[in-house]
């Protein structure tokens, strides 16, 4: 007959078994594979286990140490008078154990400010009532940390929108339905951020362009497979950004390496060693505020420094401490429109600011403010006289007379409102002045008659629309007038016939393609002819023969170089020629022998 006995008294005699057996010591024998339970000795039916014990048992033998009395969990009434040994009897441990903290401890000690009614993550029922100090007893750390988040929080708060299905990194499926709240509950921050971006993204949204194999700069191993779309989200443009290219960049412009090498004008840093010219502009924007154009020609101011330096006309500023003359060409180019010529003679008009200052003919702009004669002559290249004035110019001339709306000459649009003060400052006396008039001006007032299109001496193109009026303005009556015509001219009325190439007396280069119609205008009519020949010329052709140096008579020092055959051509016979000898001359020299005071013919 199978005997019929409590769990508790089997427990009873179990112990008491034990106990026998004992040799002192209060431990539990082991248990073997080959151990019987109490059940199956006495012949028990299956019991009913107690509740699990919800920690881990490694280390934690000592059952009472927290659940015995006056301790945080003292064991009920029925348990009264039990052992360490008897726990583990009933009390099997969790199944998969404690579920294990999926975070780093620290800065987490108030367990209750996530894992609480209202917060977070709420407790179950079982945990109702427990502080956080309590928690560390059953729930350890997990071997294995979250990932910690590889890029910077700030801006990017709701985690959701890169971490979730179908976004840039989804979650994994152990995730599903936990909000952006709790991420950073469980993740913190990496000490190790991602590597700054050291360019702006504006331009550059394809990563890939730069980034990857094949091109400018590998990406990582741990890269692999990363898309476009992940690049900004953990990589943030840098604070500080590359320098600015601070002048002018164009496809016929030398590589950079020209200029940005060990030895070169400016060198690249350290951290650029093995860069090479394609990623100077991959990270190197083009400033928008390019280097000041040079405000003056570069012919003739190739050294830059005399002018350019401490102690000159205009220091540099702290910037360009070490720049030499060759950097600058470099870097400051021509300015399109360079500074007005200084439209006078320099060297007579200092100091500048006599005229150009306020209240003074020509006050300087406000960029001039603090600028000395140096400075002025250094940009300023002088063109002595500007336009001169083609006419003489009196002391008490009054410009405006002629040069103004209405007037002989109207002034243009860049000179409105200048007054006659102004024009001799700028407009020198022409050192070539307007042609004489070589001819009497008596009855000739209409210029126009003979020079005009169509007419004897037509005007050049810079005087179309100049009237008669205009005339006598610039052009004086020579103080010496064309040569007079100092022979007749019955039956000469062809001058070319003498004077041109290869004749009597050819014409000087001035007068070339000028007709005979046009000598009369300017030469006139000697009032007194030329000596008549007081001799028949009939045998006395060769004048030369008396009228030379150490001849009968001398020709005049005016008279050098004629030829026998232009002698006729102004001196003609006279009308009363000298009686013929009534005598044969032979044997009658000296004629003043009968011919002399006192003799037979006075």
């Not at 360490?84 to 969790?94: A, F, R």
């Not at 290219?245 to 390496?257: G, K, Q």
């Not at 005087?463 to 004086?476: L, S």
């Amino acid at each position: 007959m199978q005997i019929k006995i409590s769990y508790g008294f089997a427990i009873l005699v179990v112990l008491a078994l034990a106990l026998a057996g004992c040799t002192g010591c209060n431990e539990a024998p082991p248990v073997t594979s080959d151990s019987t339970s109490p059940d199956e000795i006495l012949d028990l039916p299956p019991r009913d286990p107690g509740p699990e014990v919800p920690h881990p048992v490694a280390g934690r033998e000592d059952c009472l140490a927290c659940h015995g009395s006056f301790v945080l969990w003292p064991m009920g009434a029925s348990h009264e008078g039990r052992g360490n040994h008897t726990c583990s009897v009933c009390h099997d441990p969790l199944p998969g154990g404690v579920i294990p903290i999926a975070h780093a401890l620290e800065g987490r000690d108030k367990c209750d400010d996530c894992h609480s009614a209202g917060t977070m993550v709420a407790l179950p029922q079982s945990h109702e009532g427990r502080e956080p100090r309590t928690c560390l007893m059953c729930h350890q750390p997990h071997d294995v940390l979250p990932d910690l988040i590889a890029h910077s929080i700030e801006k990017h708060e709701e985690c959701s929108s890169c971490h979730y299905d179908g976004e840039v990194a989804p979650l994994p499926v152990t995730h599903v339905g936990r909000t952006d709240h709790m991420c950073v509950a469980c993740h913190d921050m990496s000490p190790v951020q991602p590597t700054l971006a050291a360019h702006s993204y504006e331009g550059r949204e394809d990563c890939s362009d730069c980034h990857g194999d094949g091109v400018l700069v590998s990406l990582p191993d741990t890269h692999e497979g990363r898309t476009q779309q992940t690049c900004q989200a953990c990589h943030e443009v840098s604070p500080v950004l590359p320098l600015f290219i601070a002048h002018r960049v164009t496809e016929t412009d030398p590589p950079c390496a020209v200029c940005h090498l060990e030895g070169t004008m400016a060198p690249v840093p350290a951290t650029h060693d093995g860069r090479t010219n394609q990623t100077c502009r991959a990270c190197h924007d083009i400033s928008s505020v390019m280097p000041m154009v040079m405000a003056h020609q570069k012919t003739g101011y190739e050294s830059c420094s005399s002018c350019h330096t401490a102690g000159a006309i205009a220091a540099l500023p702290d910037s360009h401490d070490g720049r030499g003359d060759l950097t600058c060409l470099v870097c400051h180019t021509g300015s399109p429109l360079l500074p007005p010529d200084a439209l006078h003679n320099v060297a007579t008009h200092h100091p500048c600011a006599e005229c150009h200052s306020a209240g003074q003919l020509g006050a300087l702009p406000a960029t001039h403010t603090g600028r000395t004669d140096v400075m002025c002559e250094a940009c300023h290249k002088a063109v002595g006289g500007g336009l001169p004035a083609v006419h003489s110019i009196g002391s008490d001339d009054v410009c405006t007379t002629c040069h103004a709306s209405g007037a002989m000459a109207v002034l243009p649009a860049t000179h409105q409102d200048r007054s006659a003060t102004l024009c001799s400052a700028c407009h020198d006396m022409s050192a070539v002045r307007p042609m004489l008039i070589t001819h009497s001006t008596v009855d000739r007032s209409a210029c126009s008659t003979c020079h005009a299109d169509g007419e004897m001496a037509p005007l050049p193109d810079t005087h179309d629309g100049r009237t008669n009026q205009m005339c006598w303005v610039c052009h004086e009556s020579s103080a010496e007038p064309a040569n007079l015509i100092t022979h007749s001219i019955i039956g000469r009325g062809t001058c070319s016939a003498c004077h041109a190439n290869g004749a009597l007396a050819p014409l000087p280069v001035t007068h070339t393609g000028r007709t005979d119609t046009m000598c009369q205008v300017c030469h006139s009519l000697a009032p007194v002819m030329p000596v008549r020949i007081a001799h028949r010329i009939e045998g006395n052709e060769i004048c030369s023969s008396c009228h030379a140096g150490g001849k009968v008579i001398a020709l005049p020092a005016t008279h050098a170089g004629r030829g026998d055959d232009m002698c006729i051509v102004c001196h003609v016979e006279a009308a009363l020629l000298p009686p013929y000898t009534p005598h044969s001359m032979a044997d009658r020299y000296p004629c003043a022998t009968c011919h002399s005071a006192g003799k037979c013919h006075v």
